[in-house]
């Protein structure tokens, strides 16, 4: 498979050869896992294998983590994944040196900066319970957002680093199946149809922000999307992987 571009709407896509089922984007980083499990990370134009095996991974400020088919959590140290405790089937990494995720049962948890950084596997880490269900959950400097079993969309509002609870949720109109929020603050999701969406007019005083925009609507059937340093990377159904500047 060669990399080809398609220009669309002020797009710049190139399909980049390969195949995963999940993808996730930070601090100029790419790493993904296919439907096999198999870890991936980008180093210039070609995939590299990581060791191990995850069914979902993050990569941010506060490092590289996954989680695996069992729900163990892991954190990628010195180049090997080091398990820590709790359980969980979705993490992000992408807040301010903290990261957060959703169990088994959509519960809401989230680790503050303190107990991020000094992580290590002969102690039981301190998660947060955070109220409400939801099913996918991300952060980026701006705030966290989620998506809960229905594809409604909430804000945590007054997210830190330490505490990284939050004090509130507010429901975000529309529906979206995953929602990823950049390191920066930008925020995308992809919708039961396949459809991608980017939340425009977020600003510090108004970080809800207020209408969703559709990008790359020529690219049929997307199931997942992150966003890093002005391009957009979207997984879509068949697997394929399709990097965008935007």
Same mark, same amino acid.
């Given at each position: !498979?060669?990399? &080809?571009?398609?220009?669309?709407?002020?797009?710049?896509?190139?399909?980049?050869?390969?195949? =995963?089922?999940?993808?996730?984007?930070?601090?100029?980083?790419?790493?993904?896992? $296919?439907?096999?499990?198999?870890?991936?990370?980008?180093?210039?134009? +070609?995939?590299?294998?990581?060791?191990?095996? =995850?069914?979902?991974?993050?990569?941010?400020?506060?490092?590289?983590?996954?989680?695996?088919?069992?729900?163990? /959590?892991?954190? =990628?140290?010195?180049?090997?994944?080091?398990?820590?405790?709790?359980?969980?089937?979705? /993490?992000?990494?992408?807040?301010? !040196?903290?990261?957060?995720?959703?169990?088994? &049962?959509?519960?809401?948890?989230?680790?503050?900066?303190?107990?991020?950084?000094?992580?290590?596997?002969?102690?039981?880490?301190?998660?947060?319970?955070?109220?409400?269900?939801?099913?996918?959950?991300?952060?980026? !400097?701006?705030?966290?957002?989620?998506?809960? +079993?229905?594809?409604?969309?909430?804000?945590?509002?007054?997210?830190?680093?330490?505490?990284?609870?939050?004090?509130?949720?507010?429901?975000?109109?529309?529906?979206?199946? !995953? /929602?990823?929020?950049?390191?920066?603050?930008?925020?995308?999701?992809? $919708?039961?149809?396949?459809?991608?969406?980017?939340?425009?007019?977020?600003?510090?005083?108004?970080?809800?922000?207020?209408?969703?925009?559709?990008?790359?609507?020529?690219?049929?059937?997307?199931?997942?999307? +992150?966003?890093?340093?002005?391009?957009?990377?979207?997984?879509?159904?068949?697997?394929?992987?399709?990097?965008?500047?935007?």
């Amino acid at each position: !498979m060669h990399e &080809h571009s398609v220009f669309f709407s002020g797009l710049d896509c190139i399909e980049i050869p390969g195949s =995963l089922k999940q993808i996730d984007v930070g601090i100029g980083q790419v790493f993904g896992v $296919n439907s096999a499990g198999n870890i991936y990370t980008l180093h210039g134009n +070609s995939w590299a294998q990581v060791p191990g095996s =995850l069914k979902h991974v993050t990569v941010g400020p506060a490092g590289v983590w996954g989680v695996n088919n069992n729900n163990n /959590i892991y954190k =990628l140290v010195g180049g090997s994944w080091q398990q820590v405790t709790g359980l969980l089937k979705q /993490i992000d990494a992408g807040g301010d !040196m903290f990261v957060a995720g959703v169990n088994m &049962h959509d519960d809401i948890y989230c680790l503050s900066r303190p107990a991020t950084v000094s992580v290590n596997s002969n102690s039981a880490l301190p998660w947060v319970n955070i109220a409400g269900k939801l099913k996918y959950y991300s952060c980026g !400097m701006g705030g966290c957002w989620g998506v809960n +079993s229905a594809d409604d969309i909430y804000f945590r509002f007054d997210v830190t680093p330490d505490p990284c609870a939050g004090s509130r949720w507010e429901h975000v109109p529309g529906k979206l199946s !995953m /929602i990823e929020v950049g390191t920066e603050g930008s925020v995308y999701g992809v $919708n039961s149809a396949g459809q991608v969406y980017r939340r425009d007019g977020i600003t510090k005083s108004n970080p809800v922000g207020t209408t969703w925009t559709q990008v790359a609507s020529f690219i049929c059937n997307c199931k997942h999307v +992150s966003y890093d340093l002005g391009l957009l990377w979207l997984i879509t159904d068949q697997g394929k992987i399709v990097k965008c500047r935007i």
